[in-house]
């Protein structure tokens, strides 16, 4: 992104195969990469973060993973999912660590994400399928 050439008050993007697009404002949405390193190290399966399942388990009966970086089964959604949002990371720990202490109840929330923007509060419940036809205004 970069100040509009011709209008201070605008702004260009300019996109991998050289086209621009001219816009009054940009919103960016920016994920993270999980941080697998202990999770490789010990041997348990990592793909798009530490695989786990219903109830934070990995393939290691001794090792749970939760929140931003275990990748788990998602009922909702019918695919394997890996969820950046606190509401998920609270969520999913509970269910494991009652999984720890015993009681298997497994994690099946519907995935929910909330962001202030300013004055606005946005708010999503699901997800966008990967077929989806976007709009773009």
């Known amino acids: 992104l970069e100040d509009h050439p011709n209008d201070a008050n605008r702004i260009r993007a300019t996109f991998a195969d050289g086209s ?29 973060g530490i695989v786990v399942d219903h109830f934070g388990a990995t393939d290691d009966p001794r090792i ?16 394997r999912v890996r969820l950046e949002s606190w509401a998920n990371a609270q969520n999913q720990a509970i269910a494991a660590a009652k999984a720890l202490l015993g009681t298997f109840e497994p994690y099946a929330d519907i995935p929910w994400f909330w962001s202030d923007q300013y004055d606005v509060n946005l708010q999503i419940l699901g997800d966008i399928p990967a077929d989806a036809q976007l709009a773009v205004r």
């Open 20 to 48: 621009t697009l001219d816009a009054d404002f940009a919103v960016a949405g920016i994920g993270l990469a999980p941080h697998t390193a202990l999770a490789e190290a010990a041997g348990v399966k990592v793909e798009d």
């Open 64 to 79: 749970f993973a939760c929140g931003d970086v275990a990748n788990h089964p998602s009922a909702w959604l019918k695919r």
